[in-house]
Each structure stands twice: as structure tokens, then as C-alpha cells.
């Protein structure tokens, strides 16, 4: 080597001062390019795993090529379970968890249900990037478990308030504990996580730029379109187009309700809050939910731009028209419920609402149909290439604690998800109410895309035709969907 190096430097220094910075700038490009190629490899064991989409065979090494299972053939796997996915009791604490080890062992093929920690090789799901809100790092957890039962894994959950990018996790509280995953749920293994840093490094993980290769892939689920897309589509296209594609969020809808059905259970404490509201404030109602996403969305970072108050606004007084001329609701069985981090759309959409429907019941009070929560929202605002913004809630700092806001936006989905309809824009809190109960899928409008009014008319005609073969309703057609209301069952 010394020799090597010896004569490189004696071949170079006869040359002109140009060709030895030329030949000098090619010899850093390859020492940077090999530096970041090593910084990319898995930590740990872990530079041996496949990518997501690849499986391991029994020997431990490279299989073939597998994805996940396609829109057509999760739907028939998951209609048995659409009817009680409307019951918070599939989440209640109480419910034993139903672990998936169909994944490879490192040492044999597992089949059947067992116990996680039966695996040979654990893996240690965390969150590295602190910019990501509630859902988006619900969103990163539920692919990873997917990860690890695809490779044979034993997952567990340990979330600090330590990330590797874009500052400390915000919902962190040091009064609830140090791990942000069981301040609401239960652990998804039999297998405690490791209480230090020291034993948990030993453990497979991914780093800041695997989880983000991994949140972006093929097989990942996506709460809108972005990344790259399990159908060979380009979700860039989806995106511009501006268009609903029903098997894109269905797809996506169903293998996050299959994972959830396996692993999320909920601590008592969120557990029966949630309960007690839906019983004292949906039940004998006909409830329209409704999910208003504000403050920083913009078209680059959060599926699209903020969707006016008004246009929800529309939606709602169709609802209530629809309730008070229908025998079997009326208008003193309906309600609405507003979940939104938004304070300046909520009082633009109430003062609406109060201005032009208190005909219909739509009042300020305890009696009013309209039923909101007391939340944690930010009073500040920004500035961002030069439009005024609302201030996130999770990243002010300055307003209410870590565990309040994630308490508060984790009730506000599964509160969602107990709605008999949902209108709502693009959004990982939206689409954690399907991903609770899948049966919302066909009782809701995405108010984000163009096409909203057209897929809903359709999807009413294919309803509607389907129900007068079957000798049932033929009601007019119409883009709302609680007029192809169905039976729904809450707690």
C-alpha cells in the first residue's frame, strides 16, 4: 500500500497543477461516494435484510420477489370483518392481540399464530424524524410491524423523545413516561421493549434514511399519493391529476385496518374516554363526522392545500336536509361532529353553520347538533413563502404538553371512526378513521380532489343498482352518501 501510494504521488507531481487537481477532485469523489454508500447500509445485523419487498428463505438468505397482497384479494380476505370494525371493542385493552407469524424465522419457515417472541431476531420500531405529527408516525410504525412480520422478526415499539432529524420528537413528555407508544396503547409483543439505549443498539432498527426509503416504497401503506405505488402507478401522476382513485385508498385502507385489527390495542384510560363520548354524545344519532385539516397543510406536505370551510359548509346542510326529511332520522337524531386542529376554520365553519341552518337546530349551546371538543390549538401563526399559516399544534411548544396532543388527536380519529358518514380532505388523521373501521370507506366523500361530486355519483349508481336487483331501495340518485345509508354498528 505504501509503495501504492508512493508512486501515485511520484507519477503526479510531474504533471501541471490542473490535471493534479482534476486527478485530486476524482480521488475525494470516491471517498465521499464509498463513505455514504457504508452510511446507507442497515444498522447492526441488519445490512443482511432484504428490501421490504423481497423475503428471505428458510436459510436466512435472498428470496424472491413478493409483495403484498393487491386490492383484489385483501377485499375478499377483509369483508367478514368490515361489519365489526364500526366497535371500539376490537381496540379495547381487554382483547388479546392476534400475532401474525407467517413471516421466516432466521432459521425456519413459521407458520400459523404463535407468540412474537418466538422469533430468533428483534426489532427495534422507533421514530428518527421529529417533524413527523401523530399519524405520520402511527403511519411509520404500522410499516414497519409489517417489515418485520414479512422477515421473520419480533417487533417491538420503544419511541423517546430522541430522533436523528428535524429536533426531538414532540409528543415526549417526561411526566408520562419514556415511551411515547404505550402512553396510549398496549405493547404489540409479549416481549418487554429493553429499558436502555446500551441493550436496545443491539437490536436490528432502521436509521433516518430507511425509514424514510421504507415509508416511500412499494409495499408501504400511504395515507395519500406519494412514494411509489403498489400498482405500478405513478402516484406523482395521481397527485397532479387531481383525481379520487377508490383502489389506491382502499388498497392502502385495508392493509392498515388488517395490521390494526392484529396489533393496536388501546390503554384503558383512551380506551373508555372514547367510549363514554360516543355513548353520551353519538349513540341513537346519526352521526356525519367531519375532519378538517389546517394550520401548515400545503400542496408540497400534506396531500394538498387547505380546503375551505364553505365547501364543507355545503356537505353539512345537505346532511341536515337529509335528516330532517328522512322518516327514519329526523332531525333531532342527527348530529355532526367537527374534529379539526384548526381554530380559524372551526369558527368560520360553526359561524356558518349557526348563521345559516339554526333552522335546523344548529345553535351555540350544549343542545346544539353540532358537537366539537375542547382540544389543544395553537394561537400562533407563520409565515411561509409569503402566505400566513396557522401554527401546527405539535409544534408549538409553547402550548400544552406532549402527551395532551397526542391524546387529543388519537381520540378525535377513533371518534371519527365511530361516525355513521365522513367528509374530509387528505390527511393522515382522516384516513386513521378508516384504518379503525374500514366500513367508512363507502360512507365517506375526499373533498380533496376535483372529482369528488362525479366518483360519489358513481359509486351511488353501482349502489343503488346492486340494491334493486336485490329487490331492495331505489332511491334517486344522489353525490351524498347518507342517502345509501346502511346499518352501522358503534360499541
Not at 350 to 367: D, Q
Request: glycine share 6%; net charge positive; hydrophobic share 35%.
Amino acid at each position: 500500500m505504501k509503495f501504492g501510494i508512493a508512486a501515485w504521488c511520484k507519477r503526479i507531481s510531474g504533471r501541471t497543477s490542473m490535471s493534479r487537481l482534476i486527478q485530486a477532485v476524482g480521488v475525494l469523489y470516491i471517498v465521499f461516494f464509498t463513505i455514504n454508500w457504508f452510511r446507507l447500509l442497515p444498522r447492526k445485523e441488519q445490512q443482511q435484510l432484504p428490501h421490504s419487498s423481497v423475503d428471505l428463505d428458510q436459510t436466512g438468505n435472498h428470496g424472491t420477489e413478493k409483495s403484498l397482497p393487491s386490492h383484489q384479494t385483501v377485499e375478499p380476505q377483509l369483508r367478514d370483518k368490515v361489519r365489526r370494525s364500526g366497535s371500539l371493542s376490537m381496540y379495547a385493552p381487554s382483547r388479546p392481540i392476534e400475532f401474525d407469524v407467517s413471516g421466516p424465522s432466521e432459521n425456519a419457515q413459521v407458520k400459523g399464530a404463535g407468540v412474537l417472541s418466538n422469533r430468533t431476531r428483534r426489532f427495534w420500531i422507533r421514530i428518527n424524524d421529529g417533524w413527523h405529527g401523530f399519524f405520520a408516525q402511527f403511519l411509520v410504525v404500522m410499516n414497519e410491524i409489517c417489515y418485520a412480520e414479512q422477515h421473520g422478526l419480533v417487533p417491538y415499539i420503544f419511541i423517546d423523545g430522541s430522533t436523528e432529524r428535524h429536533g426531538p420528537n414532540r409528543y415526549f413528555d417526561v411526566t408520562s413516561g419514556n415511551n411515547i407508544w404505550e402512553y396510549y396503547f398496549l405493547p404489540i409483543s409479549s416481549e418487554p421493549p429493553p429499558t436502555t439505549l446500551k441493550e436496545r443498539k443491539k437490536d436490528l432498527t432502521f436509521n433516518w434514511d430507511q425509514e424514510r426509503a421504507h415509508h416511500i416504497s412499494r409495499d408501504a401503506i400511504k395515507a395519500y399519493y406519494y412514494g411509489h405505488s403498489f400498482d405500478g402507478k405513478s402516484n406523482k401522476k395521481r397527485f397532479r391529476s387531481n383525481r379520487y382513485d377508490d383502489s389506491f385508498y382502499y388498497h392502502h385502507r385495508s392493509l392498515a385496518h388488517r395490521v390494526l385489527d392484529a396489533y393496536l390495542r388501546l390503554k384503558p384510560q383512551i380506551f373508555n374516554e372514547t367510549q363514554d363520548f360516543v355513548r353520551e354524545r353519538f349513540i341513537g344519532k346519526t352521526v356525519l363526522g367531519v375532519h378538517m385539516r389546517g394550520t401548515d397543510k400545503i400542496a408540497s406536505a400534506g396531500g394538498g392545500m387547505v380546503i375551505p370551510a364553505a365547501k364543507y359548509a355545503v356537505y353539512i346542510q345537505e346532511f341536515l336536509k337529509w335528516a330532517a326529511e328522512s322518516p327514519n332520522v329526523g332531525i333531532t337524531n342527527a348530529a355532526v361532529f367537527i374534529a379539526t386542529e384548526s381554530q380559524s376554520l372551526l369558527d368560520t365553519l360553526v359561524a356558518t353553520l349557526e348563521e345559516k341552518y339554526e333552522a335546523f337546530g344548529v345553535k351555540k349551546g350544549a343542545n346544539s347538533i353540532i358537537i366539537t371538543r375542547e382540544v389543544l390549538r395553537s394561537p400562533k401563526y407563520f409565515t411561509r413563502r409569503g402566505q400566513r399559516l396557522e401554527q401546527n399544534i405539535f409544534l408549538d411548544s409553547s402550548t400544552g404538553g406532549g402527551y395532551q396532543k397526542g391524546k387529543d388527536v388519537l381520540i378525535d380519529a377513533l371518534l371519527l371512526s365511530q361516525c355513521d358518514f365522513l367528509i374530509h380532505g387528505a390527511s393522515s388523521v382522516s384516513e386513521a378513521a378508516f384504518w379503525f373501521n374500514l366500513a367508512l370507506h363507502n360512507s365517506s366523500v375526499h373533498l380533496q380532489y376535483e372529482d369528488h361530486e362525479d366518483v360519489a355519483k358513481q359509486t351511488a349508481a353501482k349502489e343503488n343498482d346492486d340494491n334493486r336487483n336485490q329487490g331492495g331501495w331505489d332511491s334517486s340518485l344522489s353525490s351524498y352518501p347518507w342517502n345509501r345509508l346502511t346499518s352501522f354498528h358503534r360499541v
